[in-house]
Nanobody, 123 residues
């Protein structure tokens, strides 16, 4: 019902910045909380940041606090992740996701995922 496409990844030097975009189609995502996750080679998927439906509330993993900023533009059906002061350990595939109520469990879960965009931070 919804397709998410991430963009903005690439190769950047340590200390540099990137801005990731997550464009949604198929459904308007303004009524849903969104999140960014990342997965490094050989590692489990890791929560990075989340944003409420209106964008008024955000949360971050401790590892990225003060460096990353999540935002959204509901008019454009897009969520962003501004990444500053990048470190080599930030290297990963970054994916966005939509949080919806899963009827089977009655829990809110990230149920729609994008394919991800590669972020590589060189030393």
């Amino acid at each position: 019902q919804v397709q998410l496409v991430e963009s903005g990844g690439g190769l950047v030097q340590a200390g540099g910045s990137l801005r990731l975009s997550c464009a949604a189609s198929g459904r308007t995502v303004s009524n849903y909380a969104m999140g960014w996750f990342r997965q490094a080679p050989g590692e489990e998927r890791e929560f990075v940041a989340a944003i409420s439906r209106s964008g008024s509330s955000t949360s971050y993993a401790d590892s990225v606090k003060g460096r990353f900023t999540i935002s959204r533009d509901n008019a454009k059906n897009t969520v962003y992740l501004q990444m500053n002061s990048l470190k080599p350990e930030d290297t990963a595939v970054y994916a966005c996701a939509v949080k919806t109520l899963r009827l089977s469990t009655q829990n809110y879960e990230y149920t729609y995922w994008g394919q991800g965009t590669q972020v590589t931070v060189s030393s």
